[in-house]
């Protein structure tokens, strides 16, 4: 299992702290919120959105389903094209490969544009610990970065972040009088960067997709900052999970028409970049050597579950954090992972370990707006409930839940246990709402209902009751 | 049990009250039975029925669902239709249900109550009117989205009279109910239902109507609990008291 578990962490100390900070909620939400309407904008100006969806998520199963025989004939075409490829099993082998390249091609300075998988294996801080000059090209990843901060969104990493704490970081960091004008905080970073995008002698990318039968791989932005950091410097380094393939050209149509749309509701996104080996004669930019290095860390384990596979299909786009109740309200970094959200609920567990991430598949209300929201329609809340039933059968988790609800399952089985444990309840809430229609305080287990609102009082009589009256009448 | 009659006028309909109504909102089960008579529906109520077993499905536990699942079924199979008051109970029959069974048609014949009436009675609603102008706020609930039910409130609510319809900020956006969730993650939960209730107090709604005893409770509940004046009720109730209905007696 490769995913980097933090420390000590507690998803209910984590979410409560989320929870308590009103501004971050705020934010979160706005921001979120806002997403949300771009990508229903941009879903109802295509003309079938539910078929594109639909091809969409099987392009992205089908390359699953033939992931191996998709590898080797990316292999093959990224090697006709002169580049290099290499696979790495976890993010130790990932971050040594890489090593290996930086001191073979002598590389000094490296500039890294934004890649979940990156952050997935801590790349940038195995590099900075290191002693090698890296530096974040993205302006949220730079701002992470300058900060010591970790990402708390897949698209938008500062999403947690307002512009006044940004003014902070940048006044520190480059020793300027604070300002927290946007076009000047933007202005600062990037005549910091284009002084590094001249000097890089290593570019980083991630992949949003590769294409199998080109060996390219394709990366999407709205900086420009991916396309300084593969053109400008003399060596590329693009580090991509496997299941970033499609098959063809024309699948990879399909996709980025999806994710754009889906991520920022953007019809495209500013920047669209594929690319692949080193530069061609004639060619005015471009590496001198192109490497692809490409990262499994628990993915082959995802691939060999039929039930879970189709998780893998997932393109980062980010669309099920914006619509998610639970994500507005804690925040990204409650879900101690660098894949937060819904799908970060399924990801962590999967790639991380059930054991160390057992609070994220329960702490979900199911309302599956995730999965109507999902461009290529993975079916979140039911892989919530599948972990869950996996954190059961593995006993991981619940002894007394597994007891509570089996006799639970047994009761409702009898229509007369029903109504008995049915009145016997009515009796003891009513009792303890004393008259006034409502509870206030609940003892035990349902203490965690009453912390935050009262209960209603239950009926006199249960609808059971009444309609027998009806009958005798 | 009371069986189906073959001469029946309308269509013979089984109410599925489910557990939470049937303890806490039984008015709303006498609403749903007086409304569809009223457009009349012959209804049932099996009185065998409990629990569908959504609890156990959604906490990670299929077989206890299955066995409570295979019971549901051959309780309401004898019946033309069944019919719901609560979504989330709805969703779990007809979307969860085909996994835990094989093949049954029961699932497909049940309807969510606002939905039978909108999809299969196509019941006119022109003549219903509150007592006087009230500010309605419509609150979806999540497992409507299962059943490919809009986000918006329902043509009946727009079209009753006496009805102003606010609008509720972020209404596809969930309460923080999620069954036995609100109370395993209390902090979680709270923090969403601040966030709805804040909304809902931001519409100027006085009545909010809520399809599904579960976010009923929690909404009421955090509403009553910030001392928000604000009242739940279930689009029966509404439209029983539109309709002049008494739902205390038979």
């Known amino acids: ?473 | 049990m009371t069986q189906p009659k073959a001469s029946a006028p309308g269509p013979r309909v089984a109410l599925f009250i489910t557990c939470l109504t049937d303890q806490f909102f039984p008015r709303v089960g006498v609403a749903v039975t007086k409304i569809l008579e009223h457009f009349g529906c012959e209804v049932f109520f099996p009185r065998e029925q409990t629990c569908c077993g959504q609890p156990m499905f959604n906490n990670g536990f299929p077989v206890e669902a299955g066995e409570l699942a295979r019971r549901w079924v051959e309780i309401f199979k004898p019946y033309e239709y069944v019919v719901t008051p609560s979504g989330s109970c709805c969703s779990m029959v007809r979307e969860h249900y085909p996994q835990l069974l094989d093949g049954s048609d029961v699932p497909g014949r049940t309807y969510e109550f606002v939905e039978f009436l909108e999809k299969v009675l196509k019941v006119d609603v022109s003549g219903i009117s509150l007592p006087q102008s009230r500010k309605v706020a419509y609150h979806y609930t999540c497992h409507l989205r299962g059943l490919g039910i809009e986000p918006r409130p329902p043509r009946i609510l727009r079209e009753m009279g006496n009805v102003q319809m606010m609008e509720l900020e972020r209404a596809d956006q969930c309460c923080g109910f999620g069954g036995t969730f609100a109370v395993k993650y209390p902090v979680v939960s709270g923090a969403i239902v601040e966030d709805k209730t804040d909304c809902i107090a931001r519409s100027g709604a006085e009545t909010l109507v809520c399809n599904d005893a579960g976010c009923t409770m929690n909404i009421a509940g955090m509403c009553r609990r910030r001392g928000m004046e604000t009242r739940v009720v279930h689009l029966a109730e509404l439209m029983a008291e539109g309709m002049g209905i008494d739902l205390d007696k038979w």
């Open chain 1, 1 to 473: 299992m490769g995913l980097i578990h933090l420390p000590q962490f507690d998803f209910e100390q984590a979410a409560a702290k989320g929870a308590a900070d009103k501004r971050l909620r705020a934010a979160v939400t706005n921001n979120t919120f806002r997403k949300q309407q771009g990508r229903e904008i941009r879903w109802r100006e295509m003309p079938d959105i539910q078929a594109a969806r639909r091809l969409a998520s099987e392009i992205k199963q089908h390359t699953l389903e033939h992931l191996d025989y998709y590898l080797d004939q990316l292999k093959a075409a990224v090697e006709r094209n002169g580049g290099k490829v290499y696979f790495a099993s976890d993010g130790e082998e990932a971050r040594k490969i890489i090593f290996d390249i930086i001191a073979k091609t002598n590389s000094k300075r490296i500039i890294k544009s934004k890649s979940m998988a990156s952050e997935e294996i801590e790349l940038t801080a195995h590099l900075e610990k290191a002693g090698l000059d890296v530096v974040e090209t993205d302006l949220g990843e730079f701002i992470v970065q300058v900060s010591h901060d970790r990402p708390s969104h897949l698209v938008a990493p500062i999403i947690h972040k307002d512009r006044g704490s940004i003014a902070t970081v940048f006044s520190q960091y480059f020793g300027t009088p604070y300002n927290d004008d946007p076009p000047t905080l933007t202005r600062q970073a990037r005549a910091f960067l284009r002084d590094r995008f001249r000097r890089a002698d290593l570019g980083m990318t991630g992949g949003n997709f590769l294409i199998a039968e080109t060996g390219q791989v394709c990366v999407v932005e709205n900086e420009g900052n991916a396309r300084q950091s593969l053109t400008t410097p003399r060596v590329l380094v693009s580090l991509v999970g496997i299941e970033k393939l499609v098959p063809r050209m024309a699948d990879l149509a399909v996709m980025i028409k999806m994710l754009a749309r889906s991520s920022t509701g953007q019809s495209m996104t500013v920047y669209t970049s594929i690319f692949g080996g080193p530069r061609k004669a004639g060619e005015k930019d471009g590496p001198e050597e192109f490497h692809l290095v490409l990262l499994d860390n628990g993915r082959t384990e995802i691939l060999a579950d039929p039930e879970y596979r189709e998780i893998l299909r997932c393109i980062r786009c980010g669309a099920c954090l914006n619509v998610c109740p639970i994500f507005r309200n804690i925040g990204g970094h409650a879900y101690g992972s660098v894949y937060p959200g819904p799908i970060g609920a399924l990801l962590s567990p999967l790639l991380g370990g059930l054991e160390n991430y057992s609070d994220l598949p329960q702490a979900s209300t199911l309302c599956g707006a995730c999965y109507h929201a999902c461009p290529v329609k993975i079916d979140i809340p039911r892989h919530l409930v599948s972990l869950r039933r996996d954190i059961i059968q593995g006993r991981l988790d619940g002894r007394w839940e597994r007891m509570f609800y089996r006799l639970w399952a047994r009761g409702m089985k009898s229509p007369f246990l029903y109504r008995t444990i049915g009145a016997i309840q009515r009796w003891d809430l009513r009792r303890r709402a004393e008259g006034k229609g409502w509870i206030s305080r609940l003892p035990g287990f349902a203490a965690g209902w009453t912390r935050i609102r009262d209960l209603p009082a239950p009926a006199s009589r249960s609808f059971h009751q009444i309609w027998k009256e009806r009958k005798t009448k």
